[in-house]
């Protein structure tokens, strides 16, 4: 029992929960459940990036063995637009997206026909049966062409292809900095279109009960809460007959925070052919239907004084929308708008975003979503004046950023930041990197013309997660809250039901919100389960995205812990005949002031509110809790990483020698599991500078459609990491946490990008687009040296 | 995703399959290993009538000796190539390349043989194969042929063999003595190489007596760099070398993919031979 | 139709099956041995990785009628009687898993590789693991717990 002290489970290295089945393959994937009377669906996309249909013909697919239907977009009638939650100006243009195209497709993948078949491969071939005629729409490619008068429309009711300008613009007006400025550094930078690669492909069950017009909807992903209420919107299903699950969910980076065609298509023809309906995605077919990342051009202007200091800066974003605006589409670049002044100290900042349409796959959240690419820009722009005014990278940034005794400070884009201290991450991560010795290496290096080069990268970044205060959401124009939900059920054998709104898919949230119960409840951390997923079981919450998870669903765990224990209070304080303020709790246990033999434990008053036969007059005979946290302000993790590479002038390969990061992302409740995310988020940070780019050909064709074209990296492509920590608790939350899942993607890239550059430099090279695969290094340097 | 329907025959000899391919005429598709195979039809770019298992043909697997030849099985897998003994001794350059096939889990299941009749000029070992001047003996049924490499590999994914042919062994002339290296470059481990060299040297005296150069995924075929081999003979330092390998994109019309443009390939076929051949002869 | 016998994880089944059925499908959708994900398919990620005859194979890229006769090991068939094997412990352990998806497949590569090598060096780990992708974990958890399954612990 809890008789000996309990060591405090928040901060322990705790291997997960999760893992036992994980290791075991007894897993519950979406595409893992069967059920009887289970039918197939596949989908017929689009082969082409704009065309209109003028025919469909899917009676053929009906002859092939096994089909039981077939449906063209006109069959399955009753279906809303797929809904985009985050309109961000008044007169944004938003335009239609039928889940299933009617008369015209929009990228390659748009689904046009869809089958439902007794098997996967009955399924697959009924779809070559499909007849459709095609009338072929020039493509829209080019962000800036798309936006020139006659170009043509992505969707030409809409007489643009403008989805929105945004502006901000605050403190001085930026063309007076600019002429008081003694430097300023003007550079374009590009951001390849990204596709998130989850390690599952999505995929969708339903299982319908016809008679009372329930159903339920398994889907592979993040939002199970979101998806609950859109697909109700889109399908009519009123919200109250849906239950959606996210099963065991493989991966997600954002991917899977949307509300997608499938889901809709698989409620419709369950609700046709009154069966259960599954859909899986193949790779392929997921790199053509579900939504990429990144995806834009940025036009970046700094100003500055000779000495470094900065007066201002002035941003101007084009942004790849896609075809259609999904759920967050068009939030995407503002959750970066207030990030590009990051950490440091300036005048002015102006700010533009310009949405465009193009004809390929949406685009939307993708790891970081908008602060990468804000980090990007600034850290790189940095490193750009640096070298103008001739400054060490790291002093330049020295001389800018907010100290730390400046905390709370708040910044030149209106953001208060809390708590943070540069300082020291900077500091301790030079020290582990050796920063001086690889200098004088480079110095070396570039003393002999060695072919082979030494660049050291720099990222000094900070982020906005937590998402997010709800007013702040309101404000700009989100459609829903920010807040997240926890219960916390005390079960009569005093074992513990943590129920979370949270939706994980690999964080390991069942081990760190079992550390924050039982820290507060004194009990053991085996004794504690959470349930989370089920629109049923756990039926309030905001779900996981935006390093949300444990700054606002942790804290709710927190305080719906201590709800529990004050209410246990009462009744421990009744059984013990003492008053409530002459009772210590500690280590799960009510104890007396002065007469420590009388004590109950918290689990044993979980069994006496059980019973009931003894609790306070007019006392609830339940210690169960709930508890609802809607933060009043982002949480701010920061850091500072180093990168060093070598990069083989005569073939332009970078090879990363060593990787250096210090994050700051508050209090840590399980270092093994922070760790492991500030990993996985350099990797695909560093994937983004050096290997992966969807690419399209000029037709708007896909080219990189399979993994085999499409760079994942893996083990032998990655460096060993040197990852450590400074610790500045959040003052937003109680825990003092901040959000750890996305810091290594947003501070990676500019790392790695400002090495290359920086070992190029001396060859004249002043940028590299990414991916800085190898040609384009090669080239860059021919380029600086002609 | 999921293939298209076929019939299939699993024949237990090599006759058996030869009978098999000429009665089912130009539909039918040969299964080595089945690593780029069934990647082809599980996208559907493939929609054979009839695939023809040669997986349980016992004759078609082993390496031997044979005099001065190296024999080996066409099913032989990329695994048993790399940890064979006699392969190691006598073409080394093949067990080099071959050991940078894919991965691991593929090389188990590949096959020399699948990959050499594929004929895709971005696979590893044709370039080897064409380096070693080996020779690709096939069965069909008008009998035994035996194929100079230099004539296997006609077009991009097309050899010499015939629909009812099969390709049953490879012959490699022992390359005792020679120093060998293999050169890849990719942009990620696993993926396929954007240009690759294989080069085998014999010094004599401190110099260059000979060079063969094989390239990988310098145009629609696996090509030699004739000019290149030409220009090394006699090369004995650093110098000498890097000069000699200014040719060795001649004649080559290397593609344009998301990889790298032709004429990056072919500054890269410079770069890299030198450096294949630098490591080849001991001079690095 | 082709009759097949194939055993896996210790038992023999015997099933018509269609020769164009891969095996991952045959494993997951016949035999409901769903603990083999799959990842793609073009043979590049490995989440599909079984052990056949002893070594192993994307199951993605083998055909159910190529196993004919033959052995099949699933993640599913590796713990006997509950007990975790080394590296399985190593993978909890180490925190060489976050969503799960990829570790069928790099727990059957791991295994393949100590099996022909068993004390790799952290470079031959990672390129004995080039054919199996992992997107949440950066792949230094699951270098440290194939290294400690090996008996070799890493520090840092």
Redesign the interface.
């Known amino acids: 029992m809890t008789d000996q002290a309990v060591a405090s489970e928040v901060g322990r290295a705790r291997p997960r929960k999760e893992d036992a089945r994980l290791i075991t393959g007894q897993t519950n994937w979406t595409d893992n459940i069967s059920v009887n009377g289970m039918l197939h669906l596949a989908i017929l996309r689009s082969p082409m990036a704009h065309a209109r249909i003028e025919r469909v013909d899917v009676s053929p697919a009906l002859e092939r063995p096994g089909v039981v239907a077939a449906f063209s977009g006109r069959d399955l009638d009753g279906l809303g637009s797929l809904p985009c939650a985050w309109p961000v100006t008044e007169d944004i243009v938003l335009p239609d997206h039928p889940p299933i195209a009617l008369d015209e497709v929009r990228h390659a993948g748009d689904p046009v026909a869809v089958v439902v078949a007794r098997d996967?491969?009955a399924a697959?071939?009924a779809l070559e049966a499909i007849e459709v005629d095609y009338e072929p729409l020039p493509p829209v490619l080019d962000l800036e062409a798309a936006l020139a008068e006659g170009s043509p429309l992505v969707h030409s009711d809409k007489g643009t292809n403008r989805s929105y300008v945004w502006p901000l613009k605050t403190g001085e007006d930026f063309d007076s900095v600019r002429r008081r400025a003694e430097v300023t550094v003007k550079r374009r930078y590009v951001h390849q279109r990204l596709i998130p690669n989850a390690m599952e492909p999505r995929a969708v069950v339903v299982t319908p009960l016809a008679a009372s017009g329930e159903y339920t909807l398994y889907s592979s992903t993040q939002i199970p809460h979101i998806l609950r209420i859109m697909m109700a919107v889109v399908t009519g299903i009123p919200e109250h007959k849906l239950r959606v699950i996210a099963p065991d969910v493989g991966g997600g980076f954002g991917s899977k925070l949307q509300v997608y065609g499938e889901e809709a298509i698989a409620l419709a023809v369950a609700r046709r052919v009154g069966r259960p309906v599954k859909w899986t995605e193949?790779r392929?077919?997921g790199y053509l239907a579900t939504h990429h990342g990144r995806g834009m051009i940025q036009d970046v202007e700094i100003a500055a004084m000779r000495d470094g200091r900065l007066l201002g800066l002035k941003v101007d974003l084009l942004t790849d929308m896609g075809a259609y605006l999904m759920l967050v589409t068009p939030g995407i670049p503002i959750l970066g708008a207030f990030m590009y002044p990051a950490i440091y100290k300036m005048d002015s900042y102006d700010f533009t975003c310009t949405g465009v349409f193009t004809t390929r796959t949406p685009t939307d959240a993708y790891r970081g979503a908008g602060r990468p690419e804000a980090t990007y820009a600034i850290e790189r722009i940095m490193d750009e004046l640096a070298a103008e005014v001739d400054l060490d990278p790291v002093e330049l940034r020295r001389r800018n950023w907010i100290r730390h005794e400046e905390f709370p400070y708040t910044t030149i884009a209106g953001l208060t930041y809390d708590s943070g201290n540069y300082e020291a991450a900077t500091g301790k991560a030079i020290a582990l990197f050796e920063y001086d010795k690889l200098r004088a290496e480079q110095a070396d290096r570039n003393a002999r013309g060695d072919t082979v080069r030494l660049g050291i990268g720099v990222s000094t970044y900070t982020e906005m997660c937590g998402l997010a205060p709800s007013r702040v959401l309101g404000d700009l124009r989100y459609a829903a809250g920010g807040w997240e939900a926890a219960t916390i059920r005390m079960l009569p054998t005093g074992k513990v039901e943590v129920v979370t709104g949270t939706s994980p898919h690999g964080q390991g949230h069942v081990t760190s919100w079992s550390q924050i119960a039982a820290d507060v409840l004194g009990v053991p951390f085996e004794d504690v389960e959470v349930v989370h997923g089920d629109t049923k079981a756990a039926p309030q919450g905001m779900d996981t995205y935006g390093s949300r998870s444990l700054v606002v669903g942790g804290a709710a765990v927190h305080h719906a812990a201590q709800k529990v224990v004050a209410k246990a209070r009462k009744i421990a304080a009744h059984l013990l005949e003492a008053s409530e303020q002459d009772l210590d709790f500690a280590d799960g246990v009510f104890s007396v002031k002065g007469s420590p033999e009388a004590r109950k434990t918290i689990q044993e008053v979980a069994f006496e509110t059980f019973t009931s036969h003894d609790l306070p007059d007019g006392m609830e005979p339940t210690i169960n809790a709930e508890h609802l946290v809607d933060p009043d302000n982002f949480s701010y993790p920061h850091g500072t990483h180093l990168c060093a590479v070598e990069v083989d002038t005569?073939?332009g390969?970078t090879k990363i020698r060593s990787y250096v990061c210090v994050d700051d992302v508050g209090r840590v409740v399980n270092p093994m599991i922070v760790e492991g995310q500030v990993h996985g988020g350099l990797a695909q940070g560093i994937a983004q500078a050096l290997?992966e780019?969807a690419?399209y050909d000029e037709e708007g064709n896909l080219?990189?459609g399979?993994m085999?074209?499409y760079?994942?990296?893996?083990a032998?492509?990655l460096p060993e990491f040197v990852t450590e920590r400074t610790e500045t608790p959040a003052t937003s939350n109680p825990l003092g946490v901040k959000g750890v899942g996305e810091a290594g993607t947003i501070a990676s890239t500019p790392a790695v990008v400002n090495a290359i550059v920086d070992a190029l430099r001396p060859l004249g090279v002043h940028d590299v687009r990414m991916p800085c695969?190898?040609?384009r290094v090669?080239?860059a340097v021919r380029e600086a040296r002609s | 995703?999921?293939?298209?329907?076929?019939?299939?025959a699993?024949p237990a000899s090599v006759d058996e399959a030869v009978r098999t391919l000429a009665e089912a005429g130009e539909e039918a598709k040969v299964?080595a290993g089945?690593?780029s195979l069934?990647?082809l039809?599980?996208?559907r770019l493939a929609f054979p009538e009839l695939?023809v298992?040669v997986?349980r043909v016992p004759e078609l697997r082993g390496v031997r000796e044979d005099g001065d030849t190296l024999v080996i099985g066409a099913m032989t897998t990329h695994?048993d190539v790399v940890t064979d003994p006699l392969v190691r001794r006598h073409a080394g350059l093949l067990a080099a390349a071959t050991a940078t096939v894919?991965?691991?889990?593929?090389r188990?299941?590949g096959t020399l043989g699948g990959s050499l009749a594929h004929a895709d000029p971005a696979g590893d070992l044709p370039a080897v194969i064409l380096a070693l001047g080996g020779e690709l003996v096939a069965q069909g049924p008008r009998g035994r042929r035996t194929i100079a490499a230099d004539d296997f590999f006609v077009d991009y994914l097309q050899s010499a063999l015939e629909p009812d042919e099969l390709l049953v062994e490879v012959r490699l002339p022992k390359a005792d003595g020679w120093g060998f290296h293999y050169e890849k470059?990719h942009?990620?481990?696993?993926?396929?190489a954007?240009v690759g060299v294989a080069a085998l040297v014999r010094r004599d005296d401190g110099h260059i007596a000979e060079a063969r150069i094989g390239l990988t995924n310098m145009g629609a075929t696996p090509l030699r760099a004739t000019a290149a081999e030409a220009a090394l003979t006699g090369a004995g330092d650093t110098g000498s070398v890097t000069r000699a390998v200014e040719s060795a994109a001649e004649g080559t019309r290397p593609a344009q993919d998301?990889?790298?443009?032709p004429e990056?390939r072919e500054?890269?076929a410079r770069?890299?031979t030198r450096r294949a051949v630098l490591a080849a002869a001991g001079m690095g | 139709m082709?009759r097949i016998s194939v055993k896996v994880d210790g038992t023999t089944y015997q099933d018509e099956v269609?020769?164009?059925l891969?095996l991952v499908?045959y494993l997951r959708d016949r035999l409901g041995l769903t603990g083999t994900p799959i990842g793609c398919?073009?043979?590049?990620c490995?989440a599909c990785?079984v052990d056949l005859d002893g070594?192993?194979?994307?199951s993605?890229?083998?055909?159910a009628?190529?196993a004919d006769g033959g052995e099949v090991t699933t993640v599913q068939g590796l713990a006997g009687d509950g007990e975790l094997t080394a590296l399985q412990k190593a993978f909890h352990e180490k925190h060489g898993l976050q969503c799960g998806y990829c570790t069928p497949g790099m727990l059957m590569?791991a295994r393949?590789?100590l099996r022909e090598n068993p004390h790799p060096s952290s470079d031959e780990v990672r390129?004995?693991l080039?054919?199996?992708l992992c997107r949440c974990t950066g792949y230094q958890n699951i270098v440290r717990a194939v290294m400690a399954a090996s008996g070799q612990e890493v520090t840092a």
């Not at chain 1, 760079?711 to 893996?714: D, F």
């Not at chain 2, 942009?187 to 396929?192: E, L, R, T």
């Not at chain 3, 070594?55 to 994307?58: A, D, L, Q």
Request: proline share 8%; with cysteine; net charge negative.
């Open positions: 996967r491969y697959a071939d193949s392929s077919e005569e073939t390969r290997f780019e690419v080219v990189t399979t085999a074209d760079l994942v990296p893996s032998a492509d695969t190898p040609e090669w080239r | 995703m999921i293939p298209p329907a076929f019939e299939y699993r299964l089945g690593q069934l990647p039809l599980r996208l695939v298992d997986g695994h894919a991965d691991p889990a593929v188990h299941r470059f942009p990620v481990a696993q993926s396929w954007t998301t990889a790298a443009s990056y500054h890269l770069v890299l | 082709t269609e020769p164009r891969l499908h398919d073009t043979s590049n490995g990785t070594v192993s194979v994307k993605c890229s083998v055909l009628v190529q590569a393949d590789l390129h004995a080039e054919g199996n």
